[in-house]
């Protein structure tokens, strides 16, 4: 996990000494202050992860799910601007389709939208310039979720598989993958196999 702490710092330290350099015009000066924010917008981002992903587990970490619409996590993960800064510099579309009507499910709502930034984020990787479509829709006692992108599959994506529990560990897992894993087992998310070149999908229970 230090990895993913000291991984935004050496972009940060490169741009600050070109800024110094005083050599760069103003389009080069407004692309190195983008790419600084962001790297701290990933360091931040990574300490948080970092945090409760400790306090998981030292068994300090608090799971208080509470009963709110699935439809609102989309707003929140319109909120995350480290997402939508790299989803911007990908040139990649997020197309989100929430259901028109209420679907109540024991959630914690900034927590479950960890794992939908996760997600989304490992699609934007592959479909650069392209769209990543996120949706919900009721099924049998639980709602569906459904992300994926045109001719793109995360079946090969060793952190994704590690959050699904389909492989364990490995050391190039980000610590974010490893924070993923613990709230997905910790919300009873379940995940049917993901066929290659498919999206992915998972249920949580709603209430009736």
């Given at each position: 996990?230090?990895?993913?702490?000291?991984?935004?710092?050496?972009?940060?330290?490169?741009?600050?000494?070109?800024?110094?350099?005083?050599?760069?015009?103003?389009?080069?000066?407004?692309?190195?202050?983008?790419?600084?924010?962001?790297?701290?917008?990933?360091?931040?981002?990574?300490?948080?992860?970092?945090?409760?992903?400790?306090?998981?587990?030292?068994?300090?970490?608090?799971?208080?799910?509470?009963?709110?619409?699935?439809?609102?996590?989309?707003?929140?993960?319109?909120?995350?601007?480290?997402?939508?800064?790299?989803?911007?510099?990908?040139?990649?579309?997020?197309?989100?389709?929430?259901?028109?009507?209420?679907?109540?499910?024991?959630?914690?709502?900034?927590?479950?939208?960890?794992v939908l930034e996760f997600f989304v984020?490992?699609?934007?990787?592959?479909?650069?310039?392209?769209?990543?479509?996120?949706?919900?829709?009721?099924?049998?006692?639980?709602?569906?979720?459904?992300?994926?992108?045109?001719?793109?599959?995360?079946?090969?994506?060793?952190?994704?598989?590690?959050?699904?529990?389909?492989?364990?560990?490995?050391?190039?897992?980000?610590?974010?993958?490893?924070?993923?894993?613990?709230?997905?087992?910790?919300?009873?998310?379940?995940?049917?196999?993901?066929?290659?070149?498919?999206?992915?999908?998972?249920?949580?229970?709603?209430?009736?």
């Open positions: 996990m230090g990895h993913d702490l000291r991984g935004p710092v050496a972009p940060i330290r490169m741009a600050v000494q070109m800024l110094r350099m005083g050599s760069m015009d103003p389009a080069e000066q407004a692309d190195t202050l983008k790419l600084i924010d962001r790297q701290v917008d990933l360091l931040l981002a990574n300490i948080e992860d970092m945090s409760e992903l400790l306090r998981i587990n030292a068994g300090r970490y608090e799971f208080n799910p509470v009963s709110a619409d699935l439809g609102d996590c989309f707003e929140f993960l319109e909120g995350r601007s480290a997402l939508m800064r790299e989803l911007k510099h990908a040139g990649t579309t997020l197309l989100a389709a929430p259901w028109p009507s209420p679907l109540l499910a024991r959630h914690d709502p900034n927590r479950l939208v960890t984020s490992r699609f934007a990787r592959q479909a650069r310039g392209g769209t990543v479509r996120l949706s919900v829709k009721p099924g049998p006692g639980s709602a569906l979720w459904s992300i994926d992108a045109d001719a793109t599959s995360l079946a090969d994506d060793a952190e994704v598989q590690y959050v699904l529990g389909n492989s364990p560990v490995v050391d190039e897992c980000e610590g974010r993958a490893l924070l993923v894993r613990e709230l997905v087992v910790l919300h009873g998310l379940e995940f049917p196999p993901m066929a290659p070149g498919a999206g992915l999908s998972f249920s949580i229970p709603v209430e009736t």
